[in-house]
């Protein structure tokens, strides 16, 4: 099995749906010709063209709506918004339009558009090359958002989205697109969405990230065993639908959870997550959920470390919770 | 031409596929038949909305937006379209669905939002789409159907159909970024896509001029690399002149056109509106002379396609047609409850079983404690 990085294998899958399925195309900034800011879609126009890579004019709006429009029409567009910071121009797009067709018209128009945008930080990229801004999609009906953070997982997701109906905001960890590097099987090969990855079994306490704060929870899981606390690591993949049988399941086992994400704490992923458990855990529950989280602030260039919940920070949430006694 | 028996909108609908003009002075022309197929449909709409606005004053319909004053830009470049193409509507177009065939019960449900209205009463009134007409769901935020417009005009050539999507908009729409992006997109991609702007005076409360500097909106599509044109928006016959020109070079790979249709909106902006406030009697005045329906009648009179002596007769038609319609709509059942969680997705999340569920059972017939207790 090749072992590729997660942007490789975000390449190889969508060569791998363009040449089995002559309705998916390409489009955004610079994914021509330039391949893609970061790389994602090299190669792709010379294999298949301007007219399924298509580089288009810099208006996310734009992007956002002619996809729908080409999705409407029967295409499977792969809309990649260059950094998920710049989506808020196509947002109005995304939320109003791409998540509503199917609804507003009782199923008669539906628009499977996928849209792909890194995420995160962790870059230098200070404000504007860093946000998290998952919990916007996850909040709004009629959106599927997915988070992978592994190269198997990227490749397996990215295929599977693009065989639903559903429109799907698909968030890739840029700080780890090189970074991250695993086997990845070939070929056609799909990762269910909706499902959770459990990275380690653990007894004590569970730990739920996604995208790069999946390793970040992993070396502080690995720190934590050495001092006893033995964690269960989730990696939720599928933000929403998120897998909600596999956090309940590990939440009643531990009775004591940690939400990790890079995203600001108020109302972010980890509240959702957070309420869920309680609603349907609360007999079991030893502590309070701990939320680690990038902090209510913009996101700072020259602090970034501190703002990023780095796995110190998961360490010290872990075991605080680990320890709490009611 | 008979109009008993749903004789109007049956001869409207069978219409489809209509455009068949013939080439005359260089530009596509309508014939007398034609013609009167516009006539009959631009009555139509009038009636129907005339009758809508009146439910709505009496509590039975909750919103309406008109297209009184505007039917010929509406319907004439509606005309110009081949049954495959596809129609991206705003506020005040539902009257194209009529002209393309679709039938008038499902329309008036639509209105109501009850179980007959094929859209599940998802949409406030006004905003009626049908996949089988190619009349593409609108949401009501300004603009937004234009890019999305550009997409499938560009899909349906790359897909290798000879189609067009006609995109409408107003005057307001021409100042949202949607516009710009659509405009720059089609420029750029040579989608085959028309946007037809009604220009109608008024957004809302504002004069056109609080729109845009612009000496037209027409001209704005020379920024875009394609070709712009302005019509006399209430004479039926340029409309559909334009749109038949814009709409064959389409078809034949020569991109987008932008067309200004000049018009006026003579009620309200929408049922929730009062124009008296921002506006001159004087001007609506002036501009309800130059009717669209009553120069197309003026015109059929002169070509001794229409006597004077038969407009009663078509009203009277009309009108039943519409009660009747507004009669059966109205013995249909509200939109049954369950069907709130259908198509929010092609596949049901767990969170929506869930709350459907909860819905269902009600949460007040669950079973309480006397009283709230506290673990100690």
């Known amino acids: 099995m090749p072992v590729l990085t997660l942007v490789q294998a975000i390449n190889d899958a969508l060569r791998v749906a363009m040449r089995s399925d002559g309705r998916v195309v390409v489009l955004g900034e610079d994914v021509g010709k330039f391949g893609g800011v970061f790389r994602a879609t090299a190669g792709l126009y010379e294999e298949f063209g301007p007219e399924r890579v298509v580089d288009t004019p810099l208006s996310e709006g734009g992007i956002i709506g002619a996809a729908i429009g080409m999705a409407m029409y029967g295409l499977r567009p792969v809309a990649e918004i260059q950094f998920s910071d710049f989506i808020y121009p196509g947002f109005d797009q995304i939320v109003n339009e791409l998540a509503k067709l199917r609804y507003r018209s009782a199923g008669q128009y539906a628009a499977p558009v996928v849209v792909r945008t890194p995420f995160g930080g962790g870059i230098k990229g200070g404000l504007y090359h860093s946000q998290s801004p998952e919990a916007l999609f996850v909040h709004t009906p009629g959106l599927k958002v997915v988070a992978p953070s592994t190269p198997s997982d990227a490749k397996g997701m990215l295929l599977s989205a693009l065989k639903g109906e559903d429109p799907i905001i698909f968030f890739e960890p840029k700080r780890i697109y090189r970074a991250a590097r695993g086997e990845v099987p070939e070929g056609d090969f799909q990762v269910p969405l909706g499902k959770a990855r459990t990275v380690r079994e653990g007894r004590h306490l569970t730990v739920i990230a996604y995208g790069a704060s999946v390793e970040e929870a992993s070396q502080a899981a690995d720190q934590a065993a050495s001092e006893g606390i033995e964690c269960e690591l989730i990696d939720l993949r599928t933000l929403w639908p998120l897998d909600i049988d596999c956090v309940v399941e590990s939440a009643k086992k531990t009775g004591r959870v940690v939400v990790v994400h890079e995203a600001p704490r108020t109302c972010g992923l980890g509240a959702e997550i957070s309420a869920l458990i309680q609603e349907r855990c609360f007999v079991h529950l030893e502590a309070p959920v701990r939320r680690v989280t990038g902090w209510d602030t913009p996101f700072p260039y020259a602090l970034e470390q501190e703002y990023l919940p780095g796995a110190a920070r998961i360490l010290r949430g872990v075991e605080e919770t680990a320890w709490f006694v009611a | ?376």
């Open chain 2, 1 to 376: 031409m008979g109009l008993a028996q749903n004789g109007a909108t049956r001869e409207v609908a069978a219409g489809a596929p209509p455009g068949k003009g013939k080439e005359a002075r260089g530009g596509p022309m309508l014939s007398g038949e034609d013609l009167l197929r516009l006539y009959l449909a631009m009555v139509l709409v009038r009636v129907l909305d005339q009758r809508m606005m009146t439910l709505q004053r009496q509590g039975r319909v909750g919103f309406y937006g008109a297209c009184t004053g505007q039917e010929a830009a509406c319907l004439g470049s509606a005309y110009a379209l081949r049954e495959n193409d596809w129609i991206f509507p705003s506020l005040r177009e539902g009257g194209a669905m009529l002209l393309r065939g679709f039938p008038l019960l499902p329309y008036v449900c639509q209105v109501l939002g009850n179980s007959g209205d094929p859209t599940k009463g998802r949409q406030m009134p006004s905003h009626q789409s049908a996949r089988s007409v190619r009349q593409v769901s609108w949401s009501s935020c300004i603009g937004t159907q234009l890019p999305q417009a550009v997409g499938a005009a560009w899909a349906a050539r790359r897909q290798g159909d000879e189609l067009v999507a006609l995109a409408y908009l107003g005057d307001g729409a021409t100042s949202s970024g949607d516009f710009h992006a659509a405009m720059n997109f089609a420029g750029v991609l040579r989608a085959p896509v028309v946007f037809l702007c009604q220009n109608n005076h008024w957004s809302i409360s504002l004069p056109t001029s609080r729109q845009t500097a612009s000496e037209s909106i027409a001209i704005k599509a020379v920024a875009y690399g394609f070709p712009g044109a302005k019509v006399d928006g209430n004479d039926v016959e340029a409309v559909y002149a334009a749109t038949a020109e814009a709409v064959a070079r389409a078809r034949a790979g020569g991109g987008p056109t932008l067309i200004e249709a000049e018009t006026y909106r003579i009620g309200a902006h929408s049922s929730s509106d009062d124009p008296t406030r921002y506006r001159d009697p004087a001007e609506v005045e002036a501009w309800m002379a130059k009717d669209p329906i009553d120069r197309l009648r003026h015109r059929l009179e002169g070509l001794g396609l229409w006597e004077a002596g038969r407009e009663a007769a078509l009203q009277a038609e009309l009108q039943a047609q519409v009660a009747a319609a507004i009669e059966q709509a109205e013995a249909l059942p509200k939109v049954a409850p369950e069907t709130l969680f259908d198509d929010v997705y092609a596949e049901e999340p767990w969170n929506l079983s869930e709350q459907r569920r909860e819905l269902t059972r009600g949460l007040a017939a669950r079973r309480r404690p006397s009283e709230p207790s506290k673990a100690v």
